[in-house]
Structure formats: structure tokens, C-alpha cells
């Protein structure tokens, strides 16, 4: 019988152990959590950094997994349980609203896009899954940092650029909005990352009400927003819908 290859074996449970439990780790962690010595883990770690599959934060030196895993195809995100439990909803939620519908989820110090559903026209449109957004400007970064520790985190360490004129980069406004948005429940981004553009976005929580993604609705701001520049109280109203009952699938009962 054939043997298994030790290297990959060490590798598969790496990956397995930066998948659970705390989302960073560093080199001495993995170490003795896998029985291995420091030089075999990190070149381990360091061949599996170079193929995209585990990243390493530059200021703490810890590593998580990459983005390539969700890039590896559709295959791996038609079994992701968040990407399922949200395809019907956030159908109906681009049929309802004439807009982009976009779920995405904490990665590093931004958003990665895990699921996007085109605006139900004619119009020219390019697939955005696996793309990264800025935490600190749009609105799904904006909920991800208000609810998930991690995320709110990351976005006060990194360096928060201004996209437009209207990006809020300093900390006391930035943690300004961050409190209206848990105290109503959605946050919103009108051109603060692109001219012309608007979106709203909303907390997805799973069976632990944990906050595990955000849904977002996003288009020209002349059709997400009224006169006053605020979005639209009924398209805010379908976000939330969606979000909730996207996590009344995964288990989190009535938000």
C-alpha cells in the first residue's frame, strides 16, 4: 500500500488548524500544536504563504489563511454554508431592489467579496467575487468592524486612505459611525470609496449570533439614495430583511 506523503500531511493539518479557533497564530503556536519543530513548521508555513494559501500579518508576524482558498473556484464556494444559505435571498434582494447585491466577509485588513449578484438589467457587469473592498469606507466594512471584535481591530490599525473627499479617515469619526451603525443596525457608504456610487449593508450572525459576513445592496447614488443623500428607507428596509433571514438560515433565530 502506498504511503502518504508526510510533507502534505503536515501541511493539510496546518491549514486545518489555521481554519479553527483563533484566527491568527503564530510561528511558535502551530509549532506545538502540531508536535513540530519551529524550522519545519515555518518552512511549511512559508511554502504554503507562497502559494497564496496562508498569509502572514506584517505587524504581528501571525499567520491565517489566504484568499486563495476562496479562489480555488466555485466548486469550493458552493459548499461554503454562508454563500448557500444566501443565494435564494440575495436573489430576490437584486430582483426587489434593481441593484447589485454583493455578501462579503472579513479577510486581513478588508472585505473579501464571496458572492455577487448582478444588477437584474442589460447593462455591462463584471464578476466581483473574490475582489477585496476597505473596511474603513464601505458599507460592508463598516458593519463587519462594527460588530466582529477582529474586524473593528484591523480597521484601526491600518492605515485608513481617502478614497473621495467624503471618506472618513480619522479614528473619532470613524468610531462615530461605527456606533451608529450598531445602534440602527445597517451602515451605509454614499461615494465614500467611488464617485457616483452608493451602497447599504447589513449584519449576517450565524447559530451563535456571532457576526460572520454582511450583505450589502449597491448602485448609483441617484437610485439608492433620495434628495437628501440618506438611502432609501425601503431599500434599507430589503437589506436587512435579507440579512436576517440569511441568518435565520444559518441558525441564528429572530435578530
Not at 11 to 28: F, H, I, K, Q, T
Not at 133 to 158: F, N, R
Not at 232 to 237: E, F, G, I, P, T
Request: charged share 25%; aromatic share 4%.
Amino acid at each position: 500500500m502506498a504511503r502518504n506523503i508526510q510533507s502534505l500531511e503536515r501541511a493539510a493539518a496546518m491549514l486545518r488548524l489555521l481554519a479553527g479557533g483563533e484566527r491568527r497564530l503564530g510561528l511558535s503556536d502551530v509549532a506545538s500544536s502540531l508536535g513540530l519543530a519551529k524550522g519545519t513548521a515555518h518552512g511549511i508555513l512559508r511554502t504554503l504563504q507562497a502559494e497564496g494559501f496562508v498569509e502572514q500579518d506584517p505587524t504581528s508576524g501571525r499567520y491565517q489563511l489566504g484568499a486563495e482558498l476562496l479562489r480555488l473556484g466555485n466548486s469550493y464556494l458552493d459548499v461554503h454554508e454562508l454563500r448557500a444559505r444566501a443565494l435564494v435571498w440575495t436573489d430576490d434582494l437584486a430582483r426587489a431592489s434593481g441593484e447589485s447585491v454583493y455578501v462579503g466577509v472579513l479577510h486581513q485588513s478588508g472585505v473579501l467579496i464571496m458572492h455577487h449578484v448582478f444588477r437584474p438589467d442589460d447593462s455591462r457587469q463584471v464578476l466581483e467575487v473574490g475582489a477585496m473592498q476597505p473596511l474603513h469606507s464601505t458599507a460592508l466594512g463598516k458593519v463587519l468592524s462594527a460588530y466582529d471584535p477582529v474586524a473593528h481591530s484591523q480597521a484601526m490599525e491600518v492605515e485608513r486612505d481617502p478614497f473621495t473627499p467624503r471618506t472618513v479617515t480619522d479614528a473619532v469619526g470613524f468610531e462615530e459611525i461605527l456606533g451608529l451603525t450598531r445602534a440602527r443596525g445597517w451602515a451605509a457608504d454614499v461615494e465614500e470609496t467611488w464617485e457616483g456610487i452608493a451602497s447599504v449593508a447589513a449584519p449576517i450572525h450565524d447559530r451563535r449570533r456571532m457576526p460572520v459576513g454582511a450583505v450589502a445592496v449597491a448602485g448609483a447614488v441617484e437610485r439608492v439614495c433620495g434628495e437628501a443623500r440618506e438611502p432609501r428607507a425601503a431599500l434599507v428596509a430589503s437589506v436587512r430583511d435579507c440579512a436576517r433571514a440569511v441568518s435565520r438560515d444559518l441558525g441564528a433565530g429572530r435578530f
